[in-house]
């Protein structure tokens, strides 16, 4: 697809009304890359309206969350990514945030339907040079607005070029001013392998995004992405991560690549995928390139959003749900294929999926917390992996009771239903309806 016409304007094809005083005045600096490639864009456009455009088009990507990484100060260098004492900001939908969230550019020359910066959007556009994004995250972080900055972009003329405009801002952060603070860096599918490993010298985390849950969506939204070529990235970033690994167990000094690992994002609702369908591929991308989580995000329609995009049901509801989901298979050896049926293909909206499986299983309960494996405990409804693992300590010294577990802060609500104790028998297990919980009690958490 050819590329629209801004991003194809030279130097000089554009100029505000004093574009002949900034040009005297740039080339009296000088100029560095970052001006004679930002030079085909408005020129009279401020910093403070840059940003507003650049951060409104990156709020729509969840997999920015900063945990995992430690990097600490160095003499003569700014911050380090573990300190406490940081501002967080929200997006307007409740999300904390706690980086500089910005686009390099919402100029994209790809088309995809969901997406507010497709190239035929009309959304007003704008880009930042590498200096710019430099300066800003320094001069937020001076301020402890952040503790970090997560960057991602359009792709403008290429995914190589893409890439090493950011990794361009990653290098002078970390080489030219030694920023320590945390950098998340959008990796863009089917860039050299070079350049994804270069990028992951300098973050501490990177993320591909898988976009749509099956390869039939993306045909259908995504024309000029494929599966292969996503893949492909995570599967760079994956092998660049194992070599890490194993430098780090031979040398003493082994440099880094993306301590804090890899994520990705899926859109959940412009399309008819299943919960089945986006569990699965979650399942296989954990298990095929080590990623660290799976985010998934509810399509929220923006204004003048193409006709044919789906909005299934209450979508941050859903998007809850498959964070639990999620949760479970990552953490309770729930596998994908358990937590649907056939019959149902969606995750329930009014109970969790851990007790909607405890429902559809009565065989597998009651469940004695003096005598049952972990596995087994980890299906109780109302448990979680802490308590189970407390509760395994705890019972090596006095049979567990009720009590016990309501110390544990078990939710002993569902628990009841479904577990024998020292002192107890369970409930009988009521109507799933029951368990149901009012949209508030399910999307605090
Ligand atoms: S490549 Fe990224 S920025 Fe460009 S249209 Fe697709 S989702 Fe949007």
Same mark, same amino acid.
């Given at each position: 697809?050819?590329?629209?016409?801004?991003?194809?304007?030279?130097?000089?094809?554009?100029?505000?009304?004093?574009?002949?005083?900034?040009?005297?005045?740039?080339?009296?600096?000088?100029?560095?890359?970052?001006?004679?490639?930002?030079?085909?864009?408005?020129?009279?456009?401020?910093?403070?309206?840059?940003?507003?455009?650049?951060?409104?088009?990156?709020?729509?990507?969840?997999?920015?969350?900063?945990?995992?990484?430690?990097?600490?100060?160095?003499?003569?260098?700014?911050?380090?990514?573990?300190?406490?004492?940081?501002?967080?900001?929200?997006?307007?939908?409740?999300?904390?945030?706690?980086?500089?969230?910005?686009?390099?550019?919402?100029?994209?020359?790809?088309?995809?339907?969901?997406?507010?910066?497709?190239?035929?959007?009309?959304?007003?556009?704008?880009?930042?040079?590498?200096?710019?994004?430099?300066?800003?995250?320094?001069?937020?972080?001076?301020?402890?607005?952040?503790?970090?900055?997560?960057?991602?972009?359009?792709?403008?003329?290429?995914?190589?070029?893409?890439?090493?405009?950011?990794?361009?801002?990653?290098?002078?952060?970390?080489?030219?001013?030694?920023?320590?603070?945390?950098?998340?860096?959008?990796?863009?599918?089917?860039?050299?392998?070079? %350049?994804?490993? $270069?990028?992951? @010298?300098?973050?501490?985390?990177?993320?591909?995004?898988? +976009? *749509?849950? =099956?390869? #039939?969506?993306?045909?259908?939204?995504?024309?000029?992405?494929?599966?292969?070529?996503?893949?492909?990235?995570?599967?760079?970033?994956?092998?660049?991560?194992?070599?890490?690994?194993?430098?780090?167990?031979?040398?003493?000094?082994?440099?880094?690549?993306?301590?804090?690992?890899?994520?990705?994002?899926?859109?959940?609702?412009?399309?008819?995928?299943?919960?089945?369908?986006?569990?699965?591929?979650?399942?296989?991308?954990?298990?095929?390139?080590?990623?660290?989580?799976?985010?998934?995000?509810?399509?929220?329609?923006?204004?003048?959003?193409?006709?044919?995009?789906?909005?299934?049901?209450?979508?941050?509801?859903?998007?809850?749900? %498959?964070?639990? $989901?999620?949760? @479970?298979?990552?953490?309770?050896?729930?596998?994908?294929? +358990? *937590?649907? =049926?056939? #019959?149902?293909?969606?995750?329930?909206?009014?109970?969790?999926?851990?007790?909607?499986?405890?429902?559809?299983?009565?065989?597998?309960?009651?469940?004695?917390?003096?005598?049952?494996?972990?596995?087994?405990?980890?299906?109780?409804?109302?448990?979680?992996?802490?308590?189970?693992?407390?509760?395994?300590?705890?019972?090596?010294?006095?049979?567990?009771?009720?009590?016990?577990?309501?110390?544990?802060?078990?939710?002993?609500?569902?628990?009841?239903?479904?577990?024998?104790?020292?002192?107890?028998?369970?409930?009988?297990?009521?109507?799933?309806?029951?368990?149901?919980?009012?949209?508030?009690?399910?999307?605090?958490?």
């Amino acid at each position: 697809m050819a590329p629209p016409a801004a991003v194809v304007l030279h130097a000089g094809s554009i100029g505000g009304p004093d574009s002949h005083r900034r040009t005297a005045a740039v080339e009296a600096e000088k100029p560095d890359q970052d001006e004679q490639e930002n030079a085909g864009y408005p020129s009279h456009m401020s910093t403070a309206d840059k940003l507003r455009i650049l951060a409104d088009g990156a709020k729509y990507d969840a997999s920015c969350a900063s945990s995992g990484a430690v990097r600490h100060s160095v003499p003569g260098g700014l911050g380090n990514s573990d300190g406490n004492g940081i501002c967080h900001t929200y997006t307007p939908d409740g999300r904390c945030v706690s980086l500089l969230k910005i686009l390099l550019t919402n100029y994209c020359i790809y088309d995809c339907q969901y997406c507010v910066n497709r190239v035929s959007s009309d959304a007003p556009r704008a880009r930042f040079t590498p200096r710019e994004v430099v300066d800003l995250t320094l001069e937020f972080y001076r301020r402890n607005f952040i503790e970090g900055l997560f960057l991602s972009s359009g792709i403008i003329q290429s995914p190589d070029y893409t890439t090493e405009q950011l990794i361009e801002v990653a290098r002078r952060l970390r080489q030219d001013h030694k920023f320590g603070g945390y950098i998340h860096l959008k990796m863009i599918p089917g860039a050299r392998p070079e %350049l994804i490993k $270069a990028a992951g @010298l300098y973050a501490d985390r990177v993320s591909v995004n898988i +976009e *749509l849950p =099956t390869q #039939a969506d993306l045909t259908r939204l995504a024309p000029e992405k494929t599966r292969v070529a996503i893949e492909g990235t995570m599967a760079v970033v994956k092998t660049a991560s194992d070599e890490s690994d194993e430098d780090r167990k031979k040398m003493r000094r082994p440099q880094p690549f993306a301590p804090a690992g890899q994520t990705t994002q899926m859109v959940v609702g412009a399309t008819p995928s299943t919960d089945a369908q986006i569990l699965t591929t979650a399942s296989q991308l954990y298990e095929m390139h080590r990623l660290r989580r799976v985010y998934y995000t509810a399509f929220s329609p923006f204004p003048h959003a193409p006709g044919n995009l789906g909005s299934v049901g209450d979508s941050r509801r859903r998007e809850h749900r %498959l964070y639990q $989901a999620d949760w @479970l298979i990552r953490h309770y050896e729930f596998s994908a294929a +358990e *937590l649907t =049926t056939v #019959a149902e293909p969606n995750l329930p909206e009014n109970i969790s999926p851990k007790l909607a499986w405890a429902l559809r299983h009565p065989e597998a309960f009651p469940v004695d917390v003096n005598i049952s494996p972990r596995e087994h405990l980890l299906r109780v409804p109302g448990l979680g992996y802490r308590s189970v693992d407390r509760l395994l300590r705890i019972r090596r010294h006095h049979a567990v009771s009720t009590a016990d577990l309501v110390r544990l802060r078990v939710r002993m609500a569902e628990a009841r239903h479904f577990v024998i104790t020292a002192d107890s028998r369970p409930l009988p297990i009521p109507p799933g309806r029951a368990f149901a919980q009012p949209e508030q009690q399910v999307l605090a958490w």
